[in-house]
């Protein structure tokens, strides 16, 4: 079982820029890969992002194509999310999870694990 962390978030205005990290431990020998889901309020969770197993891969949704970066650490077991020009609808908690194949990474429900979660709030 693989155990994550998310950490980084907190309040920011709008136009500025978090970078929020997720920790692997337990399990990490295992090929995985990882990704990124928020949730607001009163709202289903949502896609944001993924980062393949090699890290040579990655995938956005549209609503952060162009402002989100995600990248995974050498040793695999650390992801990174940086936002920039973030906007009040970015405000959510934001959860990191694992899944085993890449054509799963935008369903939540096939993830393996997550995170508990790192609130972003966007201020306007």
């Known amino acids: 079982q693989v155990q994550l962390a998310e950490s980084g978030g907190g309040l920011v205005q709008a136009g500025g820029s978090l970078r929020l990290s997720c920790a692997a431990s337990?399990?990490?020998?295992?090929?995985?890969?990882m990704g990124w889901f928020r949730q607001a309020p009163g709202k289903d969770r949502e896609f944001v992002g993924a980062?393949?197993?090699?890290?040579?891969?990655?995938e956005y949704a549209d609503s952060v194509k162009g402002r989100f970066t995600i990248s995974r650490d050498g040793a695999k077991n650390s992801m990174f999310l940086q936002m920039y020009s973030l906007k009040p609808e970015d405000t959510a908690v934001y959860y990191c999870?694992?899944?085993?194949?890449?054509?799963?990474?935008?369903?939540?429900?096939?993830?393996?694990?997550w995170g508990q979660g790192t609130q972003v709030t966007v201020s306007s």
């Open positions: 999870g694992v899944v085993d194949l890449w054509a799963k990474v935008r369903s939540f429900e096939k993830y393996d694990a």
């Open positions: 980062v393949s197993w090699v890290g040579g891969a990655t």
């Open positions: 337990g399990r990490t020998s295992g090929r995985y890969h």
